[in-house]
């Protein structure tokens, strides 16, 4: 028996339901001992990965709570169902640091009050909506166009001599998306930094139920348009779960074949980027060249520059031939030597050196606390990579090393990056020799009624979560997404503090978050 | 410093001969400009991004823009730091209720006579994630734009096309 469904077991005994049918296995908790659930996995070594709410009202009944964890590769759902009238919840944030966000957001957007929190403050809902506009309830008609209250929202405070405060965005300097962070700083130095986010949100999860299973694919590839192949690839993958959709060998290596692109694009993009906030331009123009290489052979390969709706569910719109084979093995060689001779110089640059050593550190201890993942994740010496955990196929046949460096300053998070970028450039050739044979698309059906699906992938920035459910005519009744950047924006304002502002964007840059993916 | 001469040489020039053209999917609204406006911006055009609530995946395209390969430099066209140096707001993504009011402040703090562009599916007409209780839809329905440019997201070489409309 797996470790996490063993310690439930052992403290619940019968007081537990499982529901073994249910991908991964969920149990069902009495309300009142849903928090002393959560209690027992942070024992035994789980990271809370989503918290969220159902609102089962359609079907005669409450709401229901569901909080995720993973330990190694087992995933595990905790679930309570709540009463119609005034739903409440014990609150999970003494147990885990991440679900201060992801409760309060239930609190926002769906009328579920965590019992016990900190914090009453809205998020991503802003102060200026109804007090009773609840999104995510099936009464609220998303349609109609929401009225603007008054409202201010309450900053935290800081006192003292000689603090003073400074509000950025949400529109930023740079081409970049709308977020508000405030510092708090004496002299050069942050003592606290809050950040605000929701300008972006767009309303996805509501608008997912307004979609067909087909469309909903379309969706999911704009929930973080930097990560589309991830996150349809991710959608697919909980929808073909529930539809027991068998896809293709090959169609799963291609999909492989756009994640590591997507990966590599992205993580050469960055360091340019973290590079030029050190006031390194040449690197951001010699990356930016290397990516714009790739984008412009995705554009020829597969007929888009980011690979958008080419991963749909029951395979992939787009082959490969021979010939495209030998242009992305020249495209390859011509990356990895370009790409080498830049890593060098960045080693040997001693000013470089200075600004991103010791800038901006997560310790280990704040990333597992905190339940961090991805890049942000393994440059604090946490080994959490949904590829080598829980390998998703093609992952199971082809190896992905786990590496992990445990400074967790931005040099780490550039030098992951650099280090990925590598072994990216490996799997690519391994997928490229290895590919089966075979058709690219098989048929998905609509899932049944009444089931629910999940799925997990490691994009560029970390582990996406999707969780599905159908309702009772087999349509779209809940879309749960869960991008890295839900947990990793809250390790930036750990990292921060003790740093001088001017080095803000340099370690915002080394995060580099999405707000659009955490906004929803 | 050797390495970078060499990498920079190595490199040599990889600007791609400029795309602009009369892009027929990009359209113009009915809100004119003065000749002399549009003489007095060619080969000096100051930009001021906003994301209005896009994916993010319009903002990969107008970083692309930046790179060695369009190079938008060259054009005259330059990336500002505060609207309030720009000539041009370049708009992404439906925008969401909750960046109306810093998408109106922002339109507000740009000096006149100013031009608005608005980018992607989503800055046309909302996109995927149409007028709901969050999206307000395009950038139209807050501000007066002057330039749309289609597609999801549009390519650079369709950016620097919206770009080249101003001055038809």
Not at chain 1, 60 to 89: H, T, W
Not at chain 1, 343 to 372: F, K, P, Q
Not at chain 1, 508 to 513: D, G, M, T, V
Request: with cysteine; hydrophobic share 40%; aromatic share 10%.
């Amino acid at each position: 028996m797996k470790r996490l469904v063993k310690a439930l077991i052992a403290t619940f005994g019968e007081n537990i339901k499982a529901d073994e049918n249910m991908f991964p296995v969920t149990f069902t908790v009495p309300e009142e001992r849903f928090a002393d659930a959560a209690k027992i996995l942070k024992e035994s070594y789980a990271f809370l990965c989503a918290e969220w709410t159902t609102d089962d009202t359609d079907s005669g009944m409450g709401f229901s709570v569901y909080a995720c964890f993973r330990e190694e590769g087992e995933y595990l759902i905790v679930k309570a169902e709540l009463p119609r009238d005034n739903p409440q919840f014990p609150s999970l944030v003494k147990h885990f640091v991440p679900a201060y966000r992801f409760e309060r957001q239930i609190q926002s957007l769906m009328g579920v009050i965590p019992r016990g929190h900190p914090d009453g403050r809205p998020w991503i809902k802003f102060e200026d909506w109804p007090l009773n506009a609840w999104p995510l309830r099936k009464s609220f008609d998303a349609s109609i166009a929401m009225m603007r209250c008054e409202g201010q929202y309450s900053w935290l405070k800081v006192e003292g001599e000689g603090v003073y405060e400074i509000p950025v965005g949400p529109v930023h300097a740079g081409i970049i998306e709308p977020g508000h962070f405030r510092f708090h700083a004496v002299g050069e130095t942050i003592i606290n930094l809050e950040e605000r986010l929701g300008y972006t949100h767009k309303g996805i999860e509501k608008r997912f139920e307004s979609m067909t299973w087909e469309t909903g694919v379309k969706l999911a590839g704009r929930v973080s348009g930097d990560t589309t192949v991830a996150h349809s690839i991710a959608y697919s993958m909980a929808l073909e779960s529930m539809t027991h959709c068998y896809v293709s060998e090959r169609a799963k290596w291609l999909r492989a074949l756009f994640l590591e692109r997507e990966r590599i694009a992205n993580h050469i993009g960055d360091i340019g980027a973290i590079c030029n906030d050190a006031a390194f331009a040449f690197m951001l123009y010699q990356c930016s060249r290397l990516k714009e290489t790739m984008l412009a052979a995705n554009l020829r390969l597969f007929g888009h520059r980011f690979m958008m709706d080419r991963v749909i569910p029951g395979g992939v719109t787009v082959d490969i031939d021979a010939n495209a084979k030998k242009e992305i093995l020249s495209e390859l060689d011509f990356l990895k030597e370009n790409f080498e001779s830049l890593v060098r110089i960045y080693e040997e640059n001693s000013s470089l050196e200075d600004r991103v050593s010791n800038t901006g550190i997560l310790t280990s201890e704040l990333a597992r606390e905190l339940c961090t993942v991805g890049v942000v994740a393994r440059a604090s010496g946490l080994n959490v990579d949904c590829r080598v955990q829980s390998p998703f196929p093609p992952y199971d046949s082809i190896r992905v090393e786990a590496q992990v460096l445990t400074s967790g300053d931005v040099h780490a998070r550039v030098w992951m990056r650099v280090v990925e970028i590598r072994a990216s450039i490996h799997i690519l050739r391994s997928i490229l020799k290895d590919i089966p044979a075979g058709d690219i698309t098989v048929n998905c059906d609509a899932p049944l009624p009444d089931t629910t699906g999940f799925a997990a992938v490691e994009g560029w920035r970390g582990e996406i979560i999707y969780w599905l459910k159908s309702g009772h005519i087999g349509e779209i009744n809940r879309c749960m997404v869960r991008d890295p950047s839900s947990v990793n924006w809250l390790a930036l304002e750990q990292a921060i503090k003790g740093n001088i502002v001017p080095d803000f964007p340099l370690c915002n840059k080394s995060f580099n978050q999405s707000y659009s993916g955490n906004d929803l | 410093m050797i390495k970078i001469l060499a990498q920079i040489f190595r490199t040599g020039i990889v600007t791609d001969k400029s795309p602009q053209f009369d892009d027929p999917k990009i359209k113009v609204s009915g809100i004119k400009l003065d000749e002399s406006v549009k003489k007095c911006f060619r080969r000096s055009l100051s930009v001021r991004h906003v994301d209005a609530g896009s994916c993010n995946g319009c903002e990969l395209e107008i970083h692309a823009i930046n790179n060695p390969v369009y190079n938008c430099e060259r054009l005259g066209i330059h990336f500002t730091a505060s609207p309030r140096f720009a000539d041009v707001l370049l708009v992404t993504g439906p925008v969401t209720k909750n960046m109306e009011i810093a998408l109106r402040r922002t339109y507000d703090a740009v000096a006149s006579p100013k031009i608005v562009i608005a980018v992607g599916d989503c800055g046309c007409n909302g996109g995927i994630f149409g007028e709901t209780y969050a999206s307000l839809g395009g950038i139209d329905k807050v501000i007066p734009v002057n330039v749309f440019i289609p597609g999801c997201p549009p390519t650079p070489a369709d950016i620097l096309n919206g770009f080249y409309k101003i001055f038809l």
